[in-house]
Every structure is written in structure tokens, then in C-alpha cells.
């Protein structure tokens, strides 16, 4: 089977030992980093999302790719700043203070990661001050918040007030979720985007990265 | 007739054999005495580590099995609950089954316009009426989620609302330790005093561990709340197979059962012989949707296995059913609802709350309730059985009526029909005729308007004036003292 199919496949099957042969073999081929990354790596996520979308890849499955994948980023990427791909977009993500439904975020985080991104994963029970101090530290792209309480889902107003205080509104691009957090509820708060469910925030993620 | 021979036929149903029990009770010995639970509270570790708990790092603690056994022993085998005016309802244990409402739904299908609408404080009124009103709810409950008063309030206006619109006892959530205090204090104004509170206990407070095996500062700060004012408490966990627990039914049952024996011994430890309801639910989550499961048919197992493992320990055993993960009032919502109830009741469960839930625990909805209700009443009937004695054979009948005859006119069917056939409130057993005459009526449409016309109609006992009085002033206090300040999680 040739390298890529190989890889593909692999990665669609949640080898990770796999993975890492063929992105090793690819690496010593010379072949560049970031045909590895697009054409190996991320093809095969977004077919692994397709077969989701059908129902034929349950959450498991795409976990188990997930990590395949992360596994490959993790050896293509000391390269990343000598070819001309750019470092992985950041996430803060977290559960909000007073809330410790983590189930949900923990999705959330592992699917937006499969996706490329560089997850940075705050916790449950997370105070507005963590959410800004991270985002600022990491510089990250996007900030997800998590609540599965309505008496929490006030707290990310609370945060994304405070990013805009802290003078990171035009840097970070904010995004709302958990079971009683609806559309509506983004509007009002002055969030950048919501999804009811951790494909479709991965999904709008890459759409904002995408520019 | 064979000697001792028993006429009364009732039927029940168990899932574990007894060295199936003992198989899972030793796998969660062993869960807690090797891999530990994680506590998330100062003074719960320092009282595992004062029980002789090991520290296995930092907060994860490992629980002996001495100590399991002995708290499972210590704590009481039965739980007798009273209602609002200090009368015997339940008595929590055995095989006694007892129907009531669940907590805190965010969104209600409104009986009016059938649309789906955020819940409010008058929708707890409402349930509190519903409840009140059907005989077969045991206890009542929040169900819906004020969301329409200050956030540290919610609670209790909740139970204040709960109080006056219903004398049955009362399931009940808190948001920390710092209202559940105020609620209990509005209960012994309701009862009297703290002894008498004590004593004649009408409400079951309602928090729970995380799984997988931790237990949050603040569920371990309600439960020894509880533990020292002997209000009962119902401590059970909530894992989802395949997330939050092994994707294996076994598995997900010992996990969950860690969970809440590790609270058991929380509990004992605080306070000897104080009342704790316990048990598991362990449901799985759907690996597409990804949501949390209420009405399949692993629910039912893993509970049926929950409810021969509580019997065995004779512990109280809590329960769910008469849930659904539809999202409105339709058909599947009564086929969950009605495999549920029939599966709680027939396993023997004690405390069984949620009927009426929808949505995966996000929707109420009182038509629910109402039809909840009547599965509730039916399922009971098959539970009572039927008796085989001469009497019941009615072979004198049979004799006198004879080949051709008809029993309609007997004095046996005049006399004994009420109590052999049950009767429908809301179902039809109309002809079609009558049926069309009465408006081609659906079942839903039957027991919405049931619900409509008991919120019409319904007059619960009032508080009196003076304890109304009273809370009012304890609310008042409360709204100075927690408005504004952050609960500990
Ligand atoms: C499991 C559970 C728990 C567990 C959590 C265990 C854990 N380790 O996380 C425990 C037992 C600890 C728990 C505790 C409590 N819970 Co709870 N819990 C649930 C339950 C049954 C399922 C939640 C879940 O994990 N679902 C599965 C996951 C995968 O779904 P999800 O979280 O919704 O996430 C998906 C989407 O929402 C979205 N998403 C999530 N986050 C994000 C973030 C972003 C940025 C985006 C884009 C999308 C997104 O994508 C996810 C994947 O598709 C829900 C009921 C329900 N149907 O939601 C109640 C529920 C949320 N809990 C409820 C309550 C009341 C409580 C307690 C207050 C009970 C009490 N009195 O002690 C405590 C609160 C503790 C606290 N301070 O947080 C209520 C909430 C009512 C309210 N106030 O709003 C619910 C609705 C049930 C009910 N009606 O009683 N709970």
C-alpha cells in the first residue's frame, strides 16, 4: 500500500503505532511537512468526520482517530517552524466557575484537537480571571466555555466581558456550549459562536481559522 | 393442596442471583480498597484517614473493606418519611415502592400551546399541585428550575413553593451547603422545631457523587449537613457507561456502586445509624449523539442489578423511571415511561423519582406526570397479583352457573369486579361510537386536559399563616446573607 494510503487508513483505524511509523517513514522519504500534515493527517480526520456525519463512525471511533492523529502531529511538529506551515491555532477551553459537568468540554476539547488545533484544557470550575490570564498567556485564537447549569451560563457573559476588558476582544474569537446554552443565548451574551455539539464546534472553529 | 401452600400469586422479578451479588459486591470491595475514591474536601479525607483510609495521593483515599461492611451495617434498614403534617406516608426499605417527581428541568412543555418554553418558579407551583392531586405520586419534587428568581434564591423559593402547594413529602436539590442550611431551617419552622424535624422527617434531600469516583466539596458538605441534623439524605451517583464508567454493564455497576457505598461510609462515619437512601443509577451515553440516555433498556438492567444489591444490603434503594429522552409528549415518551415504571416497580425499587421527565432530563412536562400516573396505577395491579385460594377459583360459581350460562349476574362478579379488574381513568375502552362521540379524543389530549383541569381545580391544604410568616422572614434574611456570594463547588 503506498505511504499516504497507508497513513490514511491508519489514521481512519486509530492506530497510532501505525501513525507513527508512516509519519516517521514519511519524514526520513524528505517528504515535506506539510504534505504530511494536509494531505495525510487532516484528510484523513475529515474523512473520519464524514463517516460520522453518516453515522457509520460512532464518538469512539473518532476519539480513537483523534489521538491517532495527535500522535502524528506530535512528530511533524518540531518541524513546523522551518517549513512554511504556521504553528496550530490555540483553544482555551474550560468549564465554567461554579460548574463541574466536565463530560461535555472534555468532548468538545478532544474533537476541536483532531481537528489541529493546540488544545489548552483549564478544567471544570474555572474562575473568569483563569479563562483571560490563559488566553493572554497562550495567545490564543479561540476561548471555549463550557456550562451545563443555567445558574452558571451567566458567568460566560462575566468572561467575555472581562476579555474585552483585558483588551483581547479583536485577538480572541469566543464560543458557548453545554446542554441549556441555546443560539439565542450566545446572541444575547455577545458570543462569537455557539454549537450545540462537539463536531459542530470543531466544525465552526476551522471555519474561523480559515479565515 | 401441598402444606404452606402460599395463594396469593405476586409477581416479581430479580436480575442478580445471589452469587451474582456477592461477585459485584467483592469487585467493589476491591475497587475501593485498591484504586480509592477521590475526595474533594478536607474534612472527608480527614474523617476516611481517622476511619483508617489510606492515602493513595493526595486526595484519592482507599477505603477497607471492614469498613465498607460495617458502614453498610450501621446504617438503618428502613426510613419511615411522614408528609407535611407529620403523618406516617413512607416507609423507605424492603420491597415498598414509592412514586414521585425529579428536579430541576430547565425547559417545561407548556400544556397550553404545547410549545417548549424555559421553566419557571410557577411551574414548580404547578407540579406541587399535580403531585398533590394524584393519588399514586408518592412525593413531590422541583421539577422544573426557577429560573425566574435570583440564582442563590432558586432553591429556596422552590421549596417554599413546594410547601404550599402540597402536604406529600418532599424531594428536594439545593445549589450548596450555604441554602440548604436556610431550606432545613425552613423545615423545622415546618415541623416545629430542629427534634421534631428529626423525629418526623418530610423531606429527602437529594446530592450526588461525581463519577467516576470523586465526591465534589460541596456533595461532601450537604451529605455531612445532613448526617448531623438526621435529615435523610438520598446520595447516589449518576454514571454514564462508555464516559463516565466501563462501557460494560458490569462494570458501569461496580463503578457506580463504589460511588455510593464510598458515601455510605462518608455518612456513617459523620453520624452512626443517621438515615441514608442510596443505590446508582448507571445509563450509557449515546456514541453518536453523544447526549445522556434516560429511557433505554440498559437503564433498566443496570437498575434492576442496583435494586437486588441494595435489597441484599438492606439499604433503602432509590430509583428512576417514568423518564424519557423524548422531546415532547408522544408515544415514545409512554413507551419509556411505561417499561420503566414497570421494570422499577417489579424489581422492587423504594424511592423512584423523575416520572414525568422528558428530554434527557431537560424538559418537564405535567400531562407526564398525569399520564405517569395511570402506568403507575396500572403497573401496581400487576404487582398485587391475584389469589389462587378455593375461594378465588370459585369453583361453587362455576358448578352453579354451568356450561351456557353467563357470570354477569352472579353476587361473586357483583361483589368482588372492583376488586379483581382494575380500572382506567384515562385510557380508552370506549366503542368507536362513543369514542368519536366523546371527540375522537387521543390519549394525550385526555390526560393534558386532566392536568389542566387539576391546576383549575386542584385546592391544596394551605401552610398556616403563621408559619407562612415565619418563612417569609427566614427568606428574607437569606436573601441578605447569600445574595451575591459564591457557593463553594
Ligand atoms: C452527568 C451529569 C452530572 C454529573 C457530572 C459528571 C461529570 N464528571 O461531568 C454530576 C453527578 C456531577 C452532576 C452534578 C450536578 N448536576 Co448534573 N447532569 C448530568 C447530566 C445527566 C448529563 C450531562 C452530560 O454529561 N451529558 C453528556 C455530554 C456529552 O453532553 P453535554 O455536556 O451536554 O455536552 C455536549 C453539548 O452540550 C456540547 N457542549 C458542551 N460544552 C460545550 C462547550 C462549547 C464551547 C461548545 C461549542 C459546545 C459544548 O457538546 C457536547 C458534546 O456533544 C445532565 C442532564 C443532561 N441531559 O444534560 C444533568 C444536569 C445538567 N445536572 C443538573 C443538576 C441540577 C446538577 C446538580 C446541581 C445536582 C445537585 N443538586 O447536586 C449538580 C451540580 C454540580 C455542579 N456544581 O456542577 C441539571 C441542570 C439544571 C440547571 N440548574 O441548569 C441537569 C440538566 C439534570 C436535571 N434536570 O436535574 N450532573
Redesign the interface.
Known sequence: MPLFEKLIESVIQGEEGSVRECVQQALSDHIPVKEILNDGLIKAINIVGEKFKKSEFYVPDVLWSAQAMKAGIELIQPFFQKSDVPPLAKVVIGTVEGDIHEIGKNLVAMMVEANGFEVINLGVDVPPERFVESVRAHQAKICMMSALLTTTMPTMKKIIEALKEAGLAGRVKTMVGGAPVTKQFALEIGADGYSPDAPGAAELAKEWIAG | MAIGFKSQCVPTYRVLTEDQIKEIHLATLEVLEKVGVRILDEEGIQLLKEAGCQVKNENVLQIPRGLVEESIHSAPSSIQIYNRKGNEVMQLGGDHVYFGLGTDL?YTYDLKTGSLRRSCLQDVVNAAKTGDCLEEIDFIASFA?A?DVP?NL?YIECFKALLENSIKPIFFTA?GAEDLSVILQMAEVVAGDEARLREKPFLIHYSEP?SPLSH?KSAIRKLFLCADKGIPINYTPAL?A???GPVTLAGAITVANAEALSGVVLHQRRAKGAPIISGFVATT?D????TAVYGGPEFRLTHSACTDLYHYYGLPVWGTAGASDAHCFDQQAAMEATFSILMGTLEGANLIHDVGYLGQG?IGSPATIVMGSEIISYVKRIRRGFDISQEQIAMEVIQKVGPGGNFLTTESTRRLHRQEHWRPKYMNRDNPDMWKEKGSKTYGERVTQKALEILETHRPEPLPDSVRQKLEELIKKAEKSLMGI??V?
Not at chain 2, 456514541?287 to 453523544?290: A, C, D, K, P, R
Open positions: 430547565i428550575l429560573q440564582t432558586m445549589a461525581t465534589s454514564l462508555g464516559a463516565t451515553m456514541m453518536l449523539t453523544s431537560l459564591k457557593f463547588v
